[in-house]
Antibody, heavy 119, light 111 residues
Framework: QITLKESGPTLVKPTQTLTLTCTFSGFSLSTSGVGVGWIRQPPGKALEWLALIYWNDDKRYSPSLKSRLTITKDTSKNQVVLTMTNMDPVDTATYYC???????????WGQGTLVTVSS | QSALTQPASVSGSPGQSITISCTGTSSDVGGYNYVSWYQQHPGKAPKLMIYEVSNRPSGVPDRFSGSKSGNTASLTISGLQAEDEADYYCSSYTSSSTSVVFGGGTKLTVL
């Protein structure tokens, strides 16, 4: 059974750095073809791709957010960490981590975590 | 990179068929067979319904089908059921960033 779960703060202040951890089970990020990514969804709005990392440490970022994002993996802990700097109220959203295939299909999703940016 | 274009809403009666379009460019939808479709019910995480244009994951009813022509992909739901009422999103690999781009989402209402 494949599961993913996001963890991190639910409230951050403007200009702070957000750090989210995705802990997964049922698969290994050392297996060829496997990736884990982050996707967010502001309240009432559409999904937005953020970043992904593959088994071979290949990383891809949203062009519009690339300067603010860093994605890393700890294969031994089955974890992927996303950091986003200089948070702003417009970054308020539900943040999902998910397993990604090489053809960029998201086949398993976490439950999501709502992050609110407010002073 | 711009989001893929989807209609904001579509509707249909139980038993009918509907089609949701997803229009991109030759750098994404038109250039690769890497289009996926997701269903999202309120308050829930999205669920993969179609991958690589027309493939269904195990457990997805065959009422759901996908296709592509040029820069436009389509999701067709036949034999509409009440539980199909949800938001639907398309996504595609994009060569402009070698990453992913999503559509703006389509709200399906079952009348």
């Amino acid at each position: 059974q494949i599961t993913l779960k996001e963890s991190g703060p639910t409230l951050v202040k403007p200009t702070q750095t957000l750090t989210l951890t995705c802990t997964f089970s049922g698969f290994s990020l050392s297996t060829s073809g496997v990736g884990v990514g982050w996707i967010r969804q502001p309240p009432g709005k559409a999904l937005e791709w953020l970043a992904l990392i593959y088994w071979n440490d290949d990383k891809r970022y949203s062009p519009s957010l690339k300067s603010r994002l860093t994605i890393t993996k700890d294969t031994s802990k089955n974890q992927v960490v996303l950091t986003m700097t200089n948070m702003d109220p417009v970054d308020t959203a539900t943040y999902y981590c998910a397993r990604i295939t090489v053809t960029r299909a998201v086949d398993y999703w976490g439950q999501g975590t709502l992050v609110t940016v407010s002073s | 990179q711009s989001a893929l274009t989807q209609p904001a809403s579509v509707s249909g009666s139980p038993g009918q068929s509907i089609t949701i379009s997803c229009t991109g460019t030759s750098s994404d939808v038109g250039g690769y067979n890497y289009v996926s479709w997701y269903q999202q019910h309120p308050g829930k995480a999205p669920k993969l319904m179609i991958y690589e244009v027309s493939n269904r994951p195990s457990g997805v009813p065959d009422r759901f089908s996908g296709s592509k022509s040029g820069n436009t992909a389509s999701l067709t739901i036949s034999g509409l059921q009440a539980e199909d009422e949800a938001d639907y999103y398309c996504s595609s690999y994009t060569s402009s960033s070698t990453s992913v781009v999503f559509g703006g989402g389509t709200k399906l209402t079952v009348l």
